[in-house]
């Protein structure tokens, strides 16, 4: 069963814009977040990340939000730019039996038109 | 942020043949590694995690006589695919553990090996 979850898997925005990715997960053990994002035949690139004691972390363009009673997380980059075009992967991190496990969503592309 | 190489980044192999796919950790010791594999369009899959000197702890669903794997060192695992079978192709990637900013477990992860079995 998927644990993490991202619904509408492609967005498109317009260079300058907002670009809101949504996830949510269903794991209350998870403690933390994580988004990744990913272009073609790479593996993905760690982007920004949030304890699950927190509701927010900004790092330059990028801010998570955690609404954890909802068990939501979002993305937001802004202002969007053409090299933000690429697969954008939510995690979500709990450790079991000693060892740290990440559940990913499927994805969300995103396409930044200039 | 860390470096974690695989190699080779792409493999084609005949069907019945094993392939072997190493992951390092360029810059930094990696006590625990792991391995996904993606199809397209789907997420990420955790097949296995790794400690180093200790045998590998496989997902369910996932064949450990298969999907050999071997952490012989702080900067090396290995995945070996025996008998390699069509179904098999997939983009294989590899992560390193380590702690990263604060308390957050961060993995780096590999440029990925696209294998492809004829």
């Known amino acids: 069963d998927q644990q993490v979850k991202q619904n509408s898997p492609s967005l498109s925005v317009q260079e300058g814009r907002i670009s809101i990715l949504n996830c949510d997960y269903t794991n209350s053990m998870f403690d933390y977040f994580l988004w990744y994002k990913k272009y073609p035949a790479e593996g993905p690139t760690f982007l920004i990340s949030i304890s699950s004691i927190k509701d927010k972390n900004e790092d330059g363009r990028f801010t998570v939000f955690l609404n954890k009673s909802a068990k939501h997380l979002s993305l937001h980059i802004v202002p969007s730019q053409p090299g933000d075009s690429a697969v954008y992967f939510c995690a979500a991190s709990a450790t079991e039996d000693g060892n740290n496990r990440l559940a990913f969503g499927k994805g969300n592309q995103v396409v930044v038109i200039p | 942020g860390a470096v974690v190489s695989q190699h080779p980044s792409r493999v084609i192999c005949k069907s019945g043949t094993s392939v072997k796919i190493e992951c390092r950790s360029l810059?930094?010791?990696?006590?625990?590694m792991f391995w996904y594999r993606q199809f397209p369009k789907q997420s990420l899959m955790l097949m296995a995690t790794s400690n180093e000197g200790s045998k590998a702890t496989y997902e369910q669903g996932v064949e450990k006589d298969k999907f050999l794997i071997n952490h012989a060192s702080l900067t090396l695992s290995t995945l070996t695919v025996t008998s390699a079978h069509p179904e098999d192709s997939s983009f294989y990637i590899c992560?390193?553990?380590?702690?990263?900013?604060?308390?957050?477990?961060?993995?780096?992860f590999g440029p990925g090996t696209r294998l492809t079995v004829t």
């Open positions: 810059d930094f010791q990696a006590t625990t």
């Open positions: 992560s390193a553990g380590s702690k990263g900013r604060g308390t957050a477990y961060e993995q780096y």
